[in-house]
C-alpha cells in the first residue's frame, strides 16, 4: 500500500502530513507524539472523515491504553482511513505540561471563562494550603515541571519561524476538533495584552468567512484589526496555515439539484 496524506490536529497544531497504512497503532502514536507532544499512552483519537466533517469516531481512548493492542492493530484496518482524513489527538493527562500549556492559551483566548470569573488574587491564592496549585508544585507538575519553561520558548521560537512567511491579506485556514475554518489574515505581530511579558512572542489575527470566530478584532477594547462581530479570532501561528484556501461553498456537498 502507498502513503496517504492526512491531517493531524490538537488543541495547539494543526498540519497535513504522509503515513503508512501499513504502520501498526503503536508506531503511529509515537509520531503523533512528535507532531503534538502528547505521549502514546495519553492519546485519545478522534478520527473525521475529512477536515471540515464535525461527526468522528474514537479509534483509540486513552482510558483503555494497551501498547500490545496497539501492536495488533494496523492503520489498514481502521475503518474510515482514508486520504485526507482528519486525526484529532486529545491529551489525557490533566497535569502535562502540553496541557498547561493549553489552559494558558484558552484563557488568554477568552475560552477560560472560569479564569476571569475566579475571584481571589494570585497573591491570596498562593497562600492557601490545600489547593491544587501547591499540589502541582509539590509534584512539579504543568507551569513548575522543570521541561515547562524550555518547552514554552521551543515553542514561541517555532511560532517566529512560521510567522515569518505570513502577511496581511494571506488566504488560511484553521483545522481543530471543531473542523475546518477558512477566512483572511488581518494582522501578525505582538500583542503585549496576551503576551504575559514574553516579548518575542507573535499573534496572528484572522477574520473568517462566517461568523465562527470570537471577537471582532479587539482585546480590552483595544483594535487590533478590522473584523465584523464574531468573525475574528487571535491565534498562534502554528494553529493558523496560509496557502489557496477560497472561501468555502456550504452547498458543495449538496446532492441536491437545484
Same mark, same amino acid.
Given at each position: 500500500?502507498?502513503?496517504?496524506?492526512?491531517?493531524?490536529?490538537?488543541?495547539?497544531?494543526?498540519?497535513?502530513?504522509?503515513?503508512?497504512?501499513?504502520?501498526?497503532? /503503536?508506531?503511529? *502514536?509515537?509520531?503523533?507524539?512528535?507532531?503534538?507532544?502528547?505521549?502514546?499512552?495519553?492519546?485519545?483519537?478522534?478520527?473525521?472523515?475529512?477536515?471540515?466533517?464535525?461527526?468522528?469516531?474514537?479509534?483509540?481512548?486513552?482510558?483503555?491504553?494497551?501498547?500490545?493492542?496497539?501492536?495488533?492493530?494496523?492503520?489498514?484496518?481502521? *475503518?474510515?482511513?482514508?486520504?485526507?482524513?482528519?486525526?484529532?489527538?486529545?491529551?489525557?493527562?490533566?497535569?502535562?505540561?502540553?496541557?498547561?500549556?493549553?489552559?494558558?492559551?484558552?484563557?488568554?483566548?477568552?475560552?477560560?471563562?472560569?479564569?476571569?470569573?475566579?475571584?481571589?488574587?494570585?497573591?491570596?491564592?498562593? *497562600?492557601?494550603?490545600?489547593?491544587?496549585?501547591?499540589?502541582? *508544585?509539590?509534584?512539579?507538575?504543568?507551569?513548575?515541571?522543570?521541561?515547562?519553561?524550555?518547552?514554552?520558548?521551543?515553542?514561541?521560537?517555532?511560532?517566529?519561524?512560521?510567522?515569518?512567511?505570513?502577511?496581511?491579506?494571506?488566504?488560511?485556514?484553521?483545522?481543530?476538533?471543531?473542523?475546518?475554518?477558512?477566512?483572511?489574515?488581518?494582522?501578525?505581530?505582538?500583542?503585549?495584552?496576551?503576551?504575559?511579558?514574553?516579548?518575542?512572542?507573535?499573534?496572528?489575527?484572522?477574520?473568517?468567512?462566517?461568523?465562527?470566530?470570537?471577537?471582532?478584532?479587539?482585546?480590552?477594547?483595544?483594535?487590533?484589526?478590522?473584523?465584523?462581530?464574531?468573525?475574528?479570532?487571535?491565534?498562534?501561528?502554528?494553529?493558523?496555515?496560509?496557502?489557496?484556501?477560497?472561501?468555502?461553498?456550504?452547498?458543495?456537498? /449538496?446532492?441536491?439539484?437545484?
Amino acid at each position: 500500500m502507498s502513503d496517504i496524506s492526512i491531517f493531524v490536529t490538537s488543541e495547539l497544531t494543526s498540519s497535513e502530513r504522509r503515513i503508512s497504512p501499513q504502520w501498526d497503532l /503503536s508506531y503511529f *502514536k509515537i509520531k503523533l507524539e512528535q507532531i503534538t507532544g502528547v505521549e502514546p499512552k495519553y492519546q485519545t483519537i478522534l478520527l473525521y472523515p475529512n477536515s471540515t466533517s464535525n461527526e468522528y469516531v474514537v479509534i483509540s481512548d486513552s482510558n483503555e491504553y494497551s501498547e500490545e493492542k496497539d501492536r495488533s492493530v494496523h492503520i489498514s484496518s481502521i *475503518k474510515g482511513v482514508v486520504p485526507y482524513c482528519r486525526f484529532h489527538v486529545k491529551d489525557g493527562n490533566p497535569d502535562s505540561v502540553l496541557a498547561q500549556l493549553e489552559q494558558e492559551e484558552q484563557a488568554q483566548d477568552g475560552q477560560n471563562e472560569a479564569a476571569y470569573e475566579f475571584k481571589l488574587s494570585e497573591d491570596e491564592y498562593a *497562600k492557601k494550603n490545600n489547593t491544587v496549585l501547591n499540589w502541582k *508544585k509539590s509534584n512539579q507538575l504543568g507551569r513548575f515541571d522543570p521541561q515547562f519553561n524550555e518547552i514554552k520558548q521551543r515553542n514561541i521560537e517555532e511560532n517566529l519561524e512560521i510567522s515569518s512567511s505570513m502577511k496581511t491579506g494571506d488566504m488560511c485556514r484553521v483545522i481543530n476538533i471543531q473542523g475546518e475554518r477558512r477566512g483572511v489574515v488581518k494582522f501578525v505581530g505582538k500583542i503585549p495584552e496576551l503576551s504575559k511579558g514574553e516579548e518575542d512572542e507573535i499573534w496572528v489575527g484572522v477574520e473568517f468567512h462566517e461568523p465562527v470566530g470570537k471577537n471582532d478584532g479587539t482585546i480590552d477594547g483595544r483594535r487590533i484589526f478590522e473584523c465584523r462581530q464574531n468573525h475574528g479570532s487571535i491565534l498562534k501561528p502554528k494553529q493558523v496555515e496560509v496557502g489557496d484556501f477560497p472561501e468555502l461553498d456550504p452547498f458543495a456537498d /449538496s446532492d441536491d439539484e437545484l
